[in-house]
């Protein structure tokens, strides 16, 4: 159980191009998603926090018109890469946590990640 | 959020036990230890968390000292898959949020 799937695995775009990455929770039901993103060679860097029904919150320094995220059931949270530039190119990965325990507590399970390349 | 040190890098031979040690000294009483590898270019790896008490799953054990101000993650037999970065993340009690550090590369080799 507690399965995460990302699509696309990999995506190649032209400068100037919107690209959305979909993050799935395949056999649970993900109250929170987090969106991160991984230069090569660093670690994971928290992007976001979604939950499903609201806005996501943003850490400071994310660009939240850049970075659209939209948790539209909790099955399903979507980020939307726009204007995509060379220096966005990264390893974008999700999370989902199924929620409804103290906060603290709740085991985060991840996606496999896409790698975005910018041209 | 409470910090966590973890030494860079650290060898071990297949079928050894690996230890990876990590440091939270500033870890407050209601706030989980997380442990999470990532193997080379795919998503992190949930290992095993623990508040207090010792835990053992059937991927590894995690013993926390009884001040909680550091921890070991013990994988019994290590093996050439388990060639990972390891983190170790003090979870905030008021948040779901994981802050991952640099971790520990640990190599397994034969």
């Known amino acids: 159980g507690a399965v995460v799937s990302q699509h696309p695995s990999r995506v190649i775009c032209k400068s100037g191009t919107s690209v959305k990455i979909e993050c799935r929770s395949l056999?649970?039901?993900?109250?929170?998603m987090f969106w991160y993103r991984q230069f090569p060679k660093q670690s994971l860097m928290l992007m976001a926090t979604?939950?499903?029904?609201?806005?996501?919150?943003?850490e400071q320094g994310v660009e939240k018109d850049k970075f659209l995220i939209n948790h539209a059931s909790l099955t399903l949270s979507t980020l939307t890469v726009t204007s995509a530039h060379p220096e966005d190119s990264s390893f974008y990965i999700c999370?989902?946590?199924?929620?409804?325990?103290?906060?603290?507590?709740?085991?985060?399970?991840f996606g496999p990640g896409t790698r975005l390349t910018v041209l | 959020d409470a910090k966590t040190t973890q030494p860079t890098s650290m060898d071990c031979a297949e079928g050894r036990a690996a230890n990876l040690p990590c440091n939270h000294s500033?870890?407050?009483?209601?706030?989980?230890v997380y442990w999470y590898r990532q193997i080379h270019s795919q998503g992190p790896q949930y290992i095993i968390h623990?508040?207090?008490n010792n835990e053992t799953n059937e991927m590894a054990s995690l013993i926390i000292t009884e001040d909680r101000k550091s921890s070991t993650l013990i994988l019994p037999h290590a093996t050439l898959r388990d060639t990972a970065v390891y983190y170790c993340?003090?979870?905030?009690?008021?948040?779901?949020?994981?802050?991952f550090g640099t971790g520990t590369r640990l190599q397994v080799f034969p």
């Open positions: 979604s939950n499903e029904g609201s806005k996501a919150t943003y």
């Open positions: 056999d649970f039901q993900a109250t929170t």
């Open positions: 999370s989902a946590s199924r929620g409804g325990g103290f906060k603290g507590t709740d085991t985060q399970y």
């Open positions: 993340i003090v979870m905030a009690y008021n948040t779901d949020k994981l802050i």
């Open positions: 623990g508040l207090k």
């Open positions: 500033t870890i407050s009483g209601n706030e989980y």
